[in-house]
């Protein structure tokens, strides 16, 4: 009975170790499924509920289609339109100025300036008066002298050579006495442009920029007395890209230029600016740039006619040119800057991103001018997205 008992424990206990291995395998057996179905699924899940849960947040513009006027930023450089350095046709001493005739001041055209010493020519024009009369009085007796060689030919009743027959009715004489007279009012008409040239007056409306000369200055024929521009008109000198030119009219007789706007930012508040109009297309290239040369006009350059408020163009000064471009019609105007890579758009349809490729017309600084790929009522999206891609979830921040 001992031994039969001794037997049965160790039975048990062999049966006991294998369930326990058993288990543990089965355990472990599970724990492996369970790891490689949990690696297998779990991310997928995870990148789907990040997408559904997690779209993003953009803002949005409107686009808008139409007709619009480009508009063409440019920086240039004042001139005068008509500019002059006086000069005298005569010499002499001034003896007297006009109160504008001063650096600054203005004077219409054929206002007097100045006044030179007009003694000597006063004086020359009396002489050749005189020598005129005696020339007229010459000719009255050369004429009185040929009525007589015609009557005494008549009476002699003789047929001349036409040679001689001249020559006895002092017909030389008579031409000689003709040139005398037609020579001396010649002088008469030179000493009267003298005595005129004596007083100095403005070419046409202009602004006296320097003067070389004062009371008492002895000047002689073709020396400065003084620089002068036109006031009428000043010229903005620019260069622009040759592509810009299909979109700007310039003026000639029957059609006006492209209007311009003219700004001077470090002298002119703010919102300050005078109007001008593109004048003509210089047949030049610039040197360094290669760019085309153009030229504003702006009228009443010193705000004479327009009052306070229009603030003076200075010659010299640099300035900005916003020229407005021909119109461009049946396209879609929207920011520059919403142009993305590869003239791309990014819009919002249907909550999802939409990477739409455009026809860019035209550019400005400012907007991009879409003729295919974009209508009106497009959502474009303004906000910069740090994950880019076809279809991703989108919704408004507000």
Not at 4 to 31: D, E, F, M, P
Request: charged residues 25%; proline residues 4%.
């Amino acid at each position: 009975m001992p031994l039969k008992r001794k037997n049965h424990g160790k039975q048990s206990g062999s049966i006991s170790l294998r369930a326990t291995l058993l288990l543990c395998a089965a355990l472990v057996l599970a724990g492996a499924v369970a790891l490689t179905v949990i690696y297998n699924t779990e991310p997928e899940v995870q990148r789907e509920s990040a997408v559904r849960e997690n779209a993003m947040l953009v803002d949005v513009i409107t686009a808008e289609a139409g007709t619009f006027r480009p508009i063409i930023e440019a920086m240039g450089t004042v001139t005068p339109a008509r500019e002059v350095t006086l000069r005298p046709r005569i010499s002499g001493e001034v003896l007297s100025m006009a109160a504008e005739f001063v650096p600054g001041g203005e004077v219409a055209a054929g206002d007097e300036m100045l006044r030179l010493d007009s003694a000597d020519y006063r004086i020359a024009l009396e002489q050749r008066q005189g020598e005129l009369q005696q020339a007229l009085a010459a000719l009255e007796i050369e004429h009185g002298r040929q009525q007589i060689a015609i009557r005494d030919y008549r009476q002699l009743n003789k047929d001349l050579e036409p040679e001689n027959r001249a020559l006895v009715l002092r017909e030389p004489q008579l031409k000689s006495a003709e040139a005398v007279v037609r020579a001396a009012r010649a002088a008469v008409e030179r000493a009267q442009l003298d005595l005129d040239r004596t007083t100095v007056k403005a070419p046409f409306h202009a602004q006296v920029l320097s003067r070389e000369v004062n009371l008492g200055s002895q000047v002689s024929s073709g020396d400065a007395l003084a620089r002068l521009v036109g006031v009428d008109t000043y010229w903005v000198e620019t260069t622009l890209p040759l592509d810009r030119l299909r979109w700007l009219t310039f003026a000639e007789e029957d059609s006006d230029g492209s209007p311009v706007s003219v700004r001077h930012r470090t002298a002119w508040p703010d919102g300050t600016a005078r109007e001008g109009y593109l004048y003509r297309l210089v047949g030049e290239l610039e040197g360094d740039t290669r760019m085309a040369r153009v030229i504003v006009a702006v009228d009443d350059p010193l705000g004479r006619e327009g009052g306070a408020e229009a603030p003076a163009l200075l010659i010299g000064s640099f300035v900005e040119c916003r020229i407005h471009g021909r119109p461009i019609e049946n396209v879609v105007r929207i920011p520059r800057s919403l142009v993305r890579k590869d003239d791309t758009v990014w819009l919002k349809r249907d909550g999802k991103l939409v990477i739409q490729p455009v026809d860019i017309v035209f550019q400005d600084a400012a907007h991009a001018f879409v003729g295919k790929g974009l209508s009106a009522g497009d959502q474009v999206v303004t906000t910069s997205l740090a994950t880019v891609k076809e279809g991703i979830s989108l919704r408004l921040k507000s």
